[in-house]
């Protein structure tokens, strides 16, 4: 996931965006109902219990389970959406899209993503030694998911939404070609996503349902993690940032979502704006002034793991969302 293109021009696109307006939070309260960041650590927890989910292997497929059946528990309609995908160096990777959709609703159908899989090699690792190991991808993977998994148990609770929401746990995102290769292919990341968007746009003529909008989530635990408005987020879904970064400031966690700018990042949501046409944005971590990474000191290397999750990264993103969906 993820690489960073055109910083300069996304702050040149961005600078009349503005900020949200004071008087527009204050006319909003802050909802009652509360994330459990100790419930979304502990779902992000059991996934790394399974260790590594790198692509093809049998933690893969178990973790896989154990997600769709939590889903099912909190009362969504769950669709397996397997596909034979080819890495880039041709391996064939047995791809599994996990697809919870909420119960039938009359309201405005949104949807909530995030990779599941974890990134075989620790090729950003600062011990070369470690760069064909797998990644536990505690944060970069487990984090999304189990942030997902909480707010379905909280929409299972409280029928007060405004939006009806599915999940999507994208595979095959993090099989992208490693740093020792010499050629970078930005298509070799996020391949579950690419087949689902063109599945989507297929569909579309037998069910015509769509999505108002899109929200992706990638590595929302790291410890002392920051939320730039990313530039393609801007580019295909400026309204949807500022009321997301809006929400985040009505529920008391603007710190965490300020008004600055980040590059264009590829991941998950590009194919999801750019094939699906759903405005979608990337809810993704960013460390201005981390040496080793700008997506922070744990970015594929073996220290991504659960030692390093913060509940409080956890609460900012998952309360921001709830305040988004029952505000």
């Known amino acids: 996931m993820k690489y960073i293109w055109g910083i300069i021009a996304a702050s040149m696109l961005m600078v009349a965006c503005g900020t949200t307006k004071k008087s527009e939070s204050e006319e909003q309260k802050a909802v009652s109902i509360t994330f459990s960041a100790d419930s979304a650590y502990n779902y992000c927890a059991a996934q ?5 989910r790198t692509m093809n292997s049998e933690a893969h497929e178990k973790c896989g389970e154990w997600i769709a059946q939590q889903f099912e528990k909190y009362g969504c309609e769950v669709e397996l959406q397997k596909a034979d995908l080819k890495g880039y160096d041709g391996t064939i990777l047995k791809s599994t899209n996990i697809i919870a959709r909420s119960p039938k609703s009359d309201k405005p159908r949104i949807m909530i993503c995030a990779h599941w899989d974890s990134r075989p090699w620790a090729d950003n690792d600062p011990d ?43 595979d095959a995102e993090d099989w992208g070609t490693p740093q020792w290769e010499d050629d970078s292919d930005a298509s070799s990341w996020a391949l579950g996503a690419q087949y ?3 599945e989507y746009v297929s569909s579309l003529n037998t ?102 999750i913060d509940k409080n990264t956890l609460q900012a993103v998952g309360q921001t969302l709830i305040q988004l969906i029952f505000g």
């Open 196 to 198: 689902w968007a063109k």
């Open 128 to 170: 070369e030694a470690n760069w064909k190991k797998p990644v536990m991808a505690a944060n970069d993977g487990a984090s999304g998911v189990a942030v997902m998994l909480e707010l379905a148990r909280l929409l299972q609770q409280n029928d007060s939404a405004n939006v009806a929401v599915d999940f999507i746990c994208f």
């Open 48 to 52: 790394c219990q399974y260790g590594p």
């Open 207 to 308: 069910s015509p349902s769509t999505y108002q909008y899109g929200i992706l989530l990638d590595m929302v635990g790291g410890q002392s993690a920051t939320f730039y408005r990313e530039y393609y987020s801007m580019k295909y879904a400026q309204s949807i940032v500022e009321k997301v970064w809006q929400a985040a400031s009505i529920a008391g966690y603007g710190s965490y979502f300020p008004n600055k700018d980040n590059g264009g990042i590829t991941d998950d949501h590009l194919p999801v704006n750019e094939v699906a046409n759903i405005p979608c944005i990337d809810i993704i971590s960013h460390y201005p002034d981390c040496q080793q990474s700008n997506f922070g000191p744990t970015w594929h290397t073996v220290s991504d793991d659960m030692e390093h």
